[in-house]
């Protein structure tokens, strides 16, 4: 196996605390630049966010990138140009394609605790998209000690998920003490990321040991190789996988 797999360690992150705001950046973002981190594949950003109740990001614009926000725990209220005005929880993930431009705004709903949530932008194959937006939730059983596609590329039709326009899929799971999961790559060139969200869980990734809130780059796999993705700590492991081209 030729599998190469590159930790992403928390702490070596980007890191803003704003007070309303606690963001730590796995990619260049806002006043953060490391020239090692600037992009892998189609993605941009996996920003880890915490915002303070009642606090958010006031209207901004967008172009061309699609943006989605995976919610950890609390409410997190979007309101965008598309004519979009909601409040997703736990479980669920509001997708937009920034096409030709939206601006939105995302504020935390409840004035009091905070919203954690990881917040993904990919780049698309094709430019100047139509602006659009969706939502989707998914429960606590389809994702627990499983791995549940949550975003599939375009032309792939199967399973539920929201569609994507370039050849990316992202998968989460909840992985509860010495569970484990696999996950099979299609053909050799494949990458993928997978983050390890900052709620105390513990993870081995083919024997590579990711604390609560590490990250890993994997690449050189060959066709049909196998992720094995274990709980190794007392709290549950919640991740994201990334498999693109």
């Not at 709903?109 to 094709?126: L, M, R, S, Y």
């Not at 998920?161 to 060139?189: F, P, R, W």
Request: some cysteine; overall charge negative.
């Amino acid at each position: 196996m030729t599998i190469k797999i590159l930790p992403r360690p928390s702490e070596e992150r980007g890191h803003a605390d704003h007070g309303w705001l606690n963001s730590y950046h796995t990619f260049n973002f806002a006043d953060y630049w490391d020239h090692r981190f600037q992009e892998f594949g189609p993605l941009r950003v996996i920003n880890e966010d915490i915002v303070q109740g009642g606090a958010g990001f006031p209207t901004h614009p967008h172009r061309e990138f699609e943006i989605w926000s995976y919610v950890v725990s609390g409410e997190l209220k979007h309101q965008d140009s598309t004519g979009t005005n909601e409040t997703i929880g736990r479980g669920q993930v509001q997708f937009t394609t920034a096409g030709t431009g939206v601006t939105h705004s995302e504020f935390n709903a409840h004035p009091k605790n905070p919203v954690h949530f990881i917040q993904i932008w990919a780049k698309p194959d094709e430019a100047k998209l139509p602006p659009s937006y969706q939502t989707m939730e998914w429960s606590e059983s389809d994702k627990t000690n499983k791995l549940c596609l949550i975003v599939k590329p375009l032309e792939k039709t199967a399973g539920k998920a929201i569609s994507c326009h370039t050849d990316l899929s992202m998968y989460a799971s909840i992985l509860s003490k010495e569970n484990q999961v696999v996950h099979t790559i299609e053909s050799a060139g494949r990458r993928q990321y997978i983050h390890l969200i900052n709620t105390g869980g513990k993870l081995e990734v083919n024997g590579v040991r990711l604390n609560s809130g590490d990250g890993a780059f994997i690449t050189e796999a060959q066709d049909d190789d196998q992720l094995v993705i274990v709980s190794v700590g007392e709290e549950p492991a919640e991740f994201l996988l990334f498999d693109m081209k």
